[in-house]
Each structure stands twice: as structure tokens, then as C-alpha cells.
């Protein structure tokens, strides 16, 4: 039997402001349990919340850069449940007046584009953490009160691979927004899976939610056997259950939580202590003049201006530490086809081997220095050095950030282009190998690579193969 799978999605992503939402705590990743907390977002009786306007900016920075209608009447709401790692009792969210709404998501999956459309994005608070031990569990409230963005999809997904491209571009819009680092091993972008499955034209199915999920793989395979979990359910005659449901990667399986809320059961209503958020006209426009580039819009202008392939412009742009690399590389040395073949090949191999991150490469003047890259690119497409000795020193520069120059100097990797050195390495090269002369001028033309490479190992690394290559075939044409 045919079933259609439908899926929508609810991503949390952290933002990358100082404070958190509602009070002056920091939003420091890492430091001891408690130890960023006050009687705001430790929920002590009397202690009143304040926005931090950066969240609200940050919130309709990415609603422009989705295509959502900005609400200019916005405002907060309670959203009530009794858990430890809430000590309010409540979390302050978007309910009624979400800051965004009615936005869309183009993906392309198979060469196929489709629009994703995303029901709204709000603004709220986030829980605390609990550590549990064998014998209790501790509280720590480090996360309460950090800002999130809530961007919840329509159920237009059909299938994993439309779910990650729809997650790859929301995550690269997030970093080039720069308003969330999107590190999902640490938990700053989580989504939560709404899965049901249908007869093809019949209405929606019953839907599980698979909740904080942190990672693509995870994803992809926490959505397949939701799926396979529910067709074999129901073709054996039982019901699915709405619930919610946890992950466990090691197993590769889910479990059952408790059973799935509707917003009426957490009792919203608008928050006291929090006035309505008011967007004049003005403010709505100096957000949208201050986003920047985008993805994908670097990818075309790579694409047009510099003629940079497709391929080569996605690796560019896969993510902004390396796109700013690029065009600081690029500017500098004049050549943004060469600074491409640069950092895709050869500077990505290196970051592979030292299994380093985009996100991770640290350059700027005092580690990966962009102007040595450039004098080096200038030194191997004017023929001062071959490829063999850019590759070399490139590594070194990644390495160690050396003087480019200095090392090729003392290295001796500078090209020879002497044309009476040349003549002489090729002369001792071919008495050594008379029968390989031979055979060349007897039609073996496969014989000359072995001869260049001879040449060139008289010479050394400073070699210039295109001046041996052009004295060889004089001198074997005698």
C-alpha cells in the first residue's frame, strides 16, 4: 500500500546576544552550573522582565530574510506547565502576536525547486538544564532566559532530503545574519520533528512530534523510522497515538514521552508584565537596509562576476568564515578564480586533515594571514615558483602563518629559469638515458614525461617545467 509522508518542523535557534531575553545575565556558553543566573530568570517572586532589544531585531532580521510579514503590533504571552527546569512556572512566548508571520523558504532538492512555507517565527525565553545523577536530579539554570527564535513550517515536506536542504539554508541564513552560530553539537539550533503519515488524498494523519533533535544524520534517520513506526502500525490494524517522542541515536530507535499537548492545555495568556511591542515604519526599514548578503546571493554574484563554477561557488559559500576569507583573499591578490582554486582545493584539504570546521578556521593577521595568501598566488601565476612549491609553502603558511617569501628563499623553492642551468641538467639527463632517447625519437612519445621528470629532479624544487619542457623538446629534436 502507497502512504504519503507529512512532515513540518519547529526549529529552535539560540541567538548570539550578549544578555539573555529579559535580563543583563550573560549567554556564555561552558561555565559552571548556576553561575549566570539573577532573580529574573531564576523566577523570584517580584523580579520584572525586560526585552532585550536586540532579540526583537534579531527576530525581524531573519523574518525579512525569510519573506514573512513583520507584525507591527507584537506582544508576549505565558505559556504555563510545571517542570523543574522552569522555575517561573511559565515561559514567556509568542502565542497570539507572533513578531513573524506567513513566510517562505525556497529549497531545491534533485533539481527541483519548491517553496517552504513557514507558519511564523516568535521570540522566547529558554529552559533550564537538568543533570541527572543516580540518586537525584540538579537543576541548572545557566539557559533560562537565553533568547531563542521559534521558526515553525507549514507541513509541506514530503520526505528527509527536502527536511535537510530546508534545514542547510535556514541554518546558513542564520549564520550570515549572523544572529545565531548554529553549533548543534552544543545545542544552539534544535529541531523538533512533526511527522504523520496518510493514504495519498485522504486527510492529514494522527502526528508524533520527535523533539530536540541536534544533528542531520539523526535527523534523517529518526524521520525514517518514525515513518516505517507508523505505516507498520497502521497496516497491522493498531492507531497511532499523538505524543511526543525521544530519539535515542545509539539504538536508533524512539520512545514515547508523554502524550502531545495542544495549546489549550498550557493556558496562554498575555504577559503583565511585559507592554506590547510597537514597529513604526522607520525602524521596519533601517532593518531591512542593514541586512547583509545572503548565501545565495554570494553564490550568484560569484557565479556572474567572477565566473567561479557552481560547485566551487556552494564550497565558497558554505559557511560565512569562509566566504569572508575569500573575498578578503581575493581583493587583495586581484585574482578570485585562483583565490577559489585556492581555498577549495588546497586550503579545505588541509582544514580536512587537521579536521577543521568552517566555522572553526581561524585567519586574519596573526594566524591565516589573507595577505600572504595573495602574495602567494601572485608568486605562482607570474612563474616565480611552480605548483609543486605553492602547494608546499601554502601548507606551511596554514600551518605556521610564515612569511611566504622568507620560507621559499630559504627553502630554495624559487623557480629556475636560468636558461644555461636548464640546458645543463637537461644535457647530464640525457646521456644518463641514451635508450630512452632512443626510443623517444623512435615514436615513444610516453618516454618524455620520464625525462622531464628526471630534469626536474636535477634542478630541484625551483624547477620551471615550462622552460624544460620547451629546451627538452629543442634539444631531443637534434
Known amino acids: 500500500m502507497n502512504w504519503e509522508t507529512v512532515i513540518g518542523l519547529e526549529v529552535h535557534a539560540e541567538l548570539s546576544t550578549k544578555s539573555k531575553i529579559f535580563c543583563g545575565c550573560s549567554t556564555s556558553y561552558g561555565s559552571g552550573p548556576n553561575t549566570h543566573v539573577c532573580p529574573v530568570c531564576s523566577g523570584m517572586p517580584g523580579a520584572l522582565p525586560v526585552l532585550n532589544r536586540s532579540v526583537l531585531e534579531y527576530a525581524m532580521k531573519l523574518g525579512i530574510a525569510l519573506n514573512c510579514n513583520i507584525t507591527k503590533n507584537s506582544k508576549f504571552d505565558r505559556k504555563n506547565y510545571f517542570y523543574p527546569d522552569i522555575p517561573n512556572a511559565y515561559q514567556i512566548s509568542q502565542l497570539y502576536a507572533p513578531i513573524c508571520r506567513d513566510g517562505y523558504l525556497e529549497i531545491e532538492v534533485d533539481g527541483s525547486k519548491k517553496k517552504i512555507g513557514i507558519r511564523q517565527i516568535h521570540m522566547e525565553e529558554d529552559a533550564g538544564k537538568l543533570v541527572h545523577t543516580a540518586n537525584e536530579s540538579q537543576m541548572d539554570y545557566n539557559r533560562c532566559g537565553i533568547p531563542l527564535l521559534e521558526i515553525v513550517s507549514n507541513p509541506d515536506f514530503c520526505n528527509a532530503a527536502e527536511v535537510i536542504a530546508y534545514l542547510e539554508k535556514l541554518r546558513e541564513t542564520l549564520l550570515y545574519l549572523d544572529i545565531c552560530d548554529c553549533k548543534m553539537q552544543e545545542g544552539s539550533i534544535r529541531a523538533d520533528i512533526n511527522l504523520s503519515v496518510r493514504k495519498p488524498g485522504s486527510e492529514l494523519g494522527v502526528r508524533t512530534e520527535t523533539k530536540n533533535m541536534n544533528s542531520f544524520k539523526a535527523i534523517v534517520r529518526a524521520i525514517e523510522y518514525e515513518r516505517e513506526r507508523q505505516i507498520e502500525t497502521l497496516e497491522d490494524g493498531g492507531q497511532i497515538t499523538q505524543e511526543t517522542r525521544r530519539w535515542d541515536d545509539e539504538k536508533g530507535t524512539s520512545y514515547g514521552m508523554r502524550s502531545k499537548e495542544n495549546a489549550q492545555d498550557y493556558r496562554y495568556f498575555p504577559d503583565p508584565d511585559l507592554p506590547p511591542i510597537l514597529i513604526d515604519d522607520k525602524w521596519l526599514l533601517d532593518i531591512k537596509e542593514s541586512l547583509p548578503e545572503l548565501a545565495y546571493q554570494k553564490r550568484e554574484r560569484y557565479i556572474k562576476d567572477f565566473g567561479i563554477t557552481l560547485i566551487s561557488a556552494a564550497v565558497l559559500t558554505v559557511h560565512k568564515n569562509i566566504s569572508d576569507l575569500f573575498e578578503a583573499v581575493a581583493l587583495k591578490s586581484g585574482q578570485p578564480t585562483e583565490t577559489a582554486n585556492l581555498i577549495t582545493g588546497e586550503i579545505m584539504r588541509l582544514m580536512n586533515n587537521a579536521n577543521i570546521l568552517p566555522e572553526d578556521l581561524k585567519w586574519g593577521q596573526s594566524t591565516l594571514c589573507p595577505d600572504k595568501l595573495s602574495t602567494l598566488i601572485t608568486l605562482v601565476t607570474s612563474g616565480k615558483i611552480n605548483r609543486s612549491a605553492y602547494k608546499e609553502t601554502v601548507e606551511e603558511v596554514f600551518t605556521n602563518n610564515t612569511d611566504p617569501e622568507k620560507y621559499i628563499t630559504e627553502k630554495g623553492l624559487m623557480m629556475v629559469s636560468d636558461d644555461?642551468?636548464?640546458?645543463?641538467?637537461?644535457?647530464?639527463?640525457?646521456?644518463?638515458?641514451?635508450?630512452?632517447?632512443?626510443d623517444y625519437k623512435n615514436g615513444k612519445e610516453k618516454v618524455f614525461g620520464f625525462l622531464m621528470?628526471?630534469?626536474?629532479?636535477?634542478?630541484?624544487?625551483?624547477g620551471n617545467p615550462e622552460l624544460v619542457k620547451i629546451k627538452m623538446e629543442q634539444m631531443l629534436k637534434v
Open 453 to 462: 621528470g628526471q630534469v626536474m629532479k636535477k634542478l630541484g624544487k625551483g
Open 420 to 438: 644555461n642551468a636548464v640546458i645543463e641538467a637537461i644535457k647530464t639527463v640525457l646521456a644518463e638515458n641514451q635508450d630512452s632517447v632512443t
